[in-house]
């Protein structure tokens, strides 16, 4: 990075020229991996150490898979966090998606998705772990340390039509996190997700722990193209 700025490029710059961001956001999940990133790092404070983002930088077919692996302790407990995000237009579909998502790695299928996602994590490790942090990930990978739990962090972003309305009537923004807290827990999320667990076709998932990271959105498309263009204003530069 030091040579970089000595020839005068901006590395910043350079990372989003080389980035594959599409012209039309609409449909790109890496804007709702990166923030699904940001929750888990940030909230939970379990380090990543693979990410889809990078698995599909090479020009095969786009991996399936979870949105990004993590590992660390949460709740006092070593953890492999298998995540995902979705941004849909409506509440529903995002919720009801992200469960499908999860679902897949503990159906009949389970372990051999979980064992493909270990080995596909173990060839595009984050290049900032140390050697130890490295030799723990692989004995994880290898199936010789099975000593974790499993979470699932999800996010999910999706319209509200209340969300207009309580923006311009807010005067602060402390009032308007009040304001969209309170809107939330009356929203029937929770009681959806409950409803949706005790389902035969999601009740595998009740032994895990699912964490939600909701965001409520005035209009989704508008803000995957505002985000994408602060994170990429070079697009076309």
Do not use: C
Not at 93 to 107: M, Q
Not at 132 to 160: C, V, W
Not at 179 to 197: A, C, F, M, P
Request: aromatic letters at 10%; zero cysteines.
């Amino acid at each position: 990075m030091e040579e970089m700025f000595e020839e005068g490029t901006w590395p910043f710059k350079e990372a989003q020229k080389r980035s594959d961001f599409t012209d039309d956001p609409s449909n790109d999940g890496k804007l709702g991996e990166l923030i699904l990133f940001l929750f888990v790092d940030a909230v939970l404070d379990i380090p990543m150490v693979s990410h889809k983002i990078a698995w599909t930088q090479e020009p095969v077919q786009e991996v399936k898979g979870s949105d990004g692996l993590f590992y660390g302790i949460y709740d006092g407990k070593e953890s492999l966090a298998l995540s995902e995000s979705k941004i849909h237009k409506r509440r529903h579909d995002a919720l009801r998606n992200s469960l499908e998502s999860i679902k897949r790695f503990h159906d009949h299928r389970g372990n051999t998705k979980t064992n493909h996602e270990l080995n596909v994590a173990a060839k595009n490790l984050s290049s900032n772990l140390s050697e130890a942090k490295i030799q723990k990930l692989m004995d994880l990978f290898t199936g010789r340390d099975t000593s974790y739990q499993q979470i699932h962090p999800i996010f999910a972003a999706y319209n509200e039509s209340w969300m207009l309305d309580i923006q311009a009537e807010s005067d602060d923004e402390e009032e308007l996190r009040e304001r969209v807290t309170s809107e939330l827990r009356d929203s029937g999320v929770k009681q959806y997700l409950i409803n949706k667990l005790n389902e035969d076709e999601y009740q595998s998932l009740k032994k895990y722990q699912l964490i939600f990271f909701l965001l409520p959105l005035e209009d989704v498309d508008s803000f995957r193209k505002e985000l994408q263009h602060a994170i990429y204003p070079f697009k076309n530069s």
